[in-house]
DNA sequence: ACCCCGATCGTA
DNA sequence: ACGATCGGGGTT
């Protein structure tokens, strides 16, 4: 597929990674959204990333090569989707947390944990290579929409850092 | 083996 | 504002 996101859109800085990633239509099985949320985490100095602390079994997908699926399990009861960035041995990825579905039905997840739940992505799917799946990837689209930048979610450290990115057409939902 | 805490979310 | 719920990772 042409339009598919190639390894070499990933293969960057994850600051731009995520801003680029909004807008995009995100494949999974047999639902498709538009990206409306996400959030930059980055291995080195970034105190509030799974990476920060070095590779473990759970992070190191995300000191592997761009274009991976990372999925992790949170709180005893949700998943988190993210993509893997920066080159091979540098840790980088990016939080999915709006998606605007459009198929099969219009509607709008707001949150990473829903998000995941309604589209049934789970640890199963983690570490997979989304440049080169049939079911699981992202196609292009020619513009990046106007968004918001703000601090990131849910963290205790690292707020300072303005790493979340929200589309503005989303905000006025 | 143990313990603390977390990139959340629904309810109050 | 808070509780549910349990795996990950650091410590013993």
């Known amino acids: 597929m042409a339009d598919r996101l190639s390894r070499d859109f990933f293969n960057r800085p994850t600051l731009i990674v995520a801003q680029e990633l909004l807008g995009k239509l995100l494949i999974f099985q047999n639902s498709a959204g538009l990206i409306t949320e996400t959030e930059a985490y980055i291995g ?70 829903k998000l995941c739940k309604h589209l049934g992505i789970t640890r199963e799917h983690n570490a997979l290579d989304i440049t080169e799946s049939d079911f699981f990837y992202i196609k292009d689209a020619p513009f990046t929409p106007e968004f918001e930048t703000t601090p990131r979610i849910g963290i205790s450290r690292g707020q300072e850092k303005l790493w979340r990115f929200v589309v503005r057409e989303k905000l006025k939902n």
């Not at 990372?70 to 009861?77: A, E």
């Open 44 to 113: 080195q100095d970034d105190p509030a990333s799974h990476a920060y602390r070095g590779i473990t079994k759970r992070t190191q997908v995300m000191f592997g090569p761009p274009g991976f699926s990372y999925v992790y399990f949170i709180y005893g009861m949700y998943n988190c989707l993210n993509f893997v960035t920066e080159e091979d041995g540098v840790a980088g990825a990016v939080l999915i947390r709006g998606l605007l579905l459009v198929e099969p039905a219009p509607f709008h997840l707001n949150g990473p944990g």
